[in-house]
């Protein structure tokens, strides 16, 4: 006899004031409207709770200047529905924040999502309750809600993280984080600014801001490969070219592109040609825009390690012919680790910033910074005064939006404590003794928007498996996250995937944070896509109750 399928619950229907749903989801970015949507579809009780005042995620919070796409915007944005991708026209190749907030909100309500949505508002706590296989969320003003299954949608890059400075409350003048910067126009013209960090938001900042401040100093820990965006508007023309291929686009992006791009790589090996041909190759691709200089590169740029020294000293070259001061040239050179084993950011101008005279580098790693003043900075060599200071100083990737929040599972473990020594998870999906907790990140290394369809959809599917066949809970294998992580270890082991450097791929830019696994799985989107069909076939690695 077929199970019996369980009943939808109401939305709003409160038992003792705690509201009682089918699926609650933690955030209203990317991924959350997108499960979001899913999981109306199927007819099911459903909110989506978010701190921010909008929905977006990243696309909310980060509105400091210059914040844009660094993916093609017709590939970032969503494939699950092709009357939307006709509807909506990108005005930029690399879309831009407001942009980019105004897609989503359009999302929203084109789908009929607000009335699920619940903003302004944090979940605090979340809290397994064993006997009746529900969750319930304690939220930031006390209330209470109780749903089967808990989403956790919260992203990569959202728990921003600041070095604990000392005195960074001494200072006299404004100081903003990228990430939380805010909604009213902040007026840097004329003003002295410090940017503390060079990673991709601290980029964007400083190549955006240099020409209007009067004194701009930039604080730099780790240098970067940069590559130059070369964005542009998108024409009438390339418009309808776009609308006439976005099925093939998207189909590219999730079948081709070992991380998920409109375009895959070289087959050829660079080792099979010549410096001066390899060289050729690597200067034709270099006027292309975004990440194809790199992607479209000889597949084992990634994989051999003279390919991947070949390629790093090709891009020492170019920052070298493009920064007039050979010394600032050399601070701003990685020499450490290749090209690939930490993010890429892109560019319009930046290095050419620091061939203007009001524009100064300053390398943490000569002269660290002891504590921030009443009036600036201090470091080893000196004291800088500033106006503003701005901390472009990145994230607690991955695990920190989950264990800033205190979840607790069976025989009330904190997922905190649970990763102590390290990131654990079956497919970065589920983890073991925390039944129906989705943990929804695309956190497989690629383009974010095409993994993201994948997990939310996954998610949706397992969920509907679930309740099909009337099960109470679901959650993995403790033998089934350890194969799991061996072969995350075993993808991160080739290539310039290897090389030892502080990332947040790994979690090692935030002190004290277990960082001996890789948060993000360094395999192929196909890989992935292939590991997350066979779990699905059969769920034989999960604990089904």
Request: charged share 30%; hydrophobic share 35%; proline share 4%.
């Amino acid at each position: 006899m077929a199970a019996e399928i369980a009943e939808p619950v109401e939305t709003g229907r409160y038992d003792d004031d705690v509201e009682e749903l089918d699926v609650i989801i933690i955030g209203a970015g990317n991924l959350g409207l997108y499960q979001l949507y899913l999981i109306k579809r199927m007819g099911l009780s459903v909110r989506a709770y978010d701190d921010a005042g909008g929905v977006g995620g990243t696309w909310y919070w980060n509105r400091y200047p210059g914040a844009r796409f660094d993916s093609e915007s017709e590939s970032y944005g969503y494939s699950f529905s092709p009357e939307l991708t006709q509807e909506w026209d990108w005005k930029e190749h690399f879309s831009g924040q407001p942009e980019n907030e105004r897609y989503f909100n359009y999302v929203a309500d084109k789908f009929d999502l607000r009335d699920n949505i619940v903003l302004n508002t944090r979940v605090v706590a979340a809290t397994y309750d064993e006997s009746e296989a529900r969750w319930e969320i304690e939220l930031d003003d006390g209330r209470r809600s109780r749903a089967q299954f808990v989403v956790a949608a919260v992203g990569i890059l959202s728990a921003h993280y600041s070095p604990d400075f000392p005195g960074i409350d001494d200072f006299e003048g404004e100081s903003f984080h990228t990430s939380r910067w805010p909604r009213e126009p902040v007026d840097l013209r004329g003003k002295r600014v410090a940017v503390i960090g060079a990673g991709a938001s601290g980029v964007q900042v400083c190549q955006t801001i240099a020409a209007e401040v009067s004194q701009l100093t930039v604080y730099q820990r780790t240098p970067h490969y940069l590559v130059p965006l070369r964005n542009g508007p998108v024409t009438p023309e390339e418009q309808r070219q776009l609308k006439d291929r976005a099925a093939e686009i998207h189909r590219l992006c999730r079948e081709v592109s070992p991380v998920g791009f409109m375009y895959g790589p070289d087959p050829r090996s660079a080792l099979d040609y010549s410096k001066e041909e390899r060289w050729k190759v690597y200067e034709e691709l270099w006027t292309r825009p975004g990440f194809a200089k790199f992607l479209m590169n000889f597949s084992d740029l990634w994989t051999e390690d003279a390919a991947a020294d070949d390629y790093s000293e090709f891009v020492r070259e170019k920052i070298r012919e493009r920064v007039h001061d050979p010394k600032v040239a050399e601070k701003l050179t990685p020499r450490t680790y290749r090209f690939g084993a930490r993010r890429v950011p892109c560019e319009d101008n930046y290095y050419e910033i620091f061939n203007r005279n009001n524009v100064e580098l300053v390398s943490v790693l000569d002269t660290p910074i002891e504590r921030i003043t009443q009036k600036g900075i201090l470091t080893s060599d000196g004291e800088r005064e500033f106006d503003v200071i701005i901390y472009a100083t990145g994230f607690d990737s991955i695990t920190g939006s989950l264990t800033r929040m205190d979840i607790r599972g069976v025989d009330g473990q904190r997922l905190a404590d649970k990763w102590t020594e390290g990131f654990r998870t079956l497919l970065g999906m589920q983890t073991n003794g925390f039944p129906n907790l989705f943990i929804a990140m695309a956190s497989s290394f690629c383009n974010y928007t095409v993994c993201a369809e994948m997990v939310a959809e996954w998610n949706a599917n397992c969920i509907e498996f679930v309740r099909n066949r009337n099960f109470r809970s679901i959650h993995p294998h403790k033998e089934a996250e350890d194969r799991w992580m061996q072969h995350v270890r075993d993808a991160a082991s080739q290539g310039v995937a290897k090389d030892d450097v502080s990332s947040w791929f790994k979690g090692s830019n935030i002190p004290g944070k277990a960082s001996s696994t890789p948060l993000m799985y360094f395999g192929s989107l196909q890989a992935y896509r292939v590991e997350l069909l066979n779990a699905a076939r059969t769920f034989e690695e999960f604990i089904l109750e």
